[in-house]
């Protein structure tokens, strides 16, 4: 399972429950990469977002709504990974947030998409682990943004096999 997210140099997603900034390449890379594609969201992103076009989106809560086509809930992991082994196997999986779901899905996590705005957000108040400091992750490639808004970078981190 992959993870995708935008964060700031404190590794900060969110803050007042939006996600700390936007950025349009950011968005560009978001949609490249998920376009035909399987998203996993916890409830309180997809409330922010809603359904992705184009991508099977599947949203973690104990409040499942009414699942329309490409839109399913589930209420617990088990139901998830059930349904993951029904869908198009052929299709990347893509954990896109936020905090809460990737906390649960954390050792399933076997790369990581990190959109790095180099600057902190005063206020942010929903963080994920320090990679670098996790100890078992590599920074396998940066490939830098444009500088606008902010200097940016998209680092693509891969968690190491046991044997490595
Ligand atoms: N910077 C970024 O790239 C980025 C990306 C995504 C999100 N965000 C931001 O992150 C914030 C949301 O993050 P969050 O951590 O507060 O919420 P979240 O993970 O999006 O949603 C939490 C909710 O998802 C459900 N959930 C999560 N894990 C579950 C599990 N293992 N089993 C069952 N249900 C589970 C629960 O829903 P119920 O309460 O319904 O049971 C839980 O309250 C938002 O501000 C969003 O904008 C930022």
Known sequence: MIVLLLVDQANAIAKEGKQILFIPEDLDHFRKMTTGQIVIMGRKTFENTGKLPNRTNIVLTSNPLDEEEDLYFVKTLEELFSLLEDVDSEKKVFCIGGVTLIQSLWGCLDSAYLTRVHTIIEGADRFIPDL?????????????????????????????????
Do not use: C
């Not at 902010?150 to 046991?162: A, C, D, L, N």
């Open 132 to 164: 670098q400091k996790e100890g078992d992750w590599i920074l396998e490639k940066e490939t830098p943004l444009t500088q606008k808004p902010y200097k940016s970078t998209i680092e693509y981190w891969r968690r190491k096999k046991v044997t490595e």
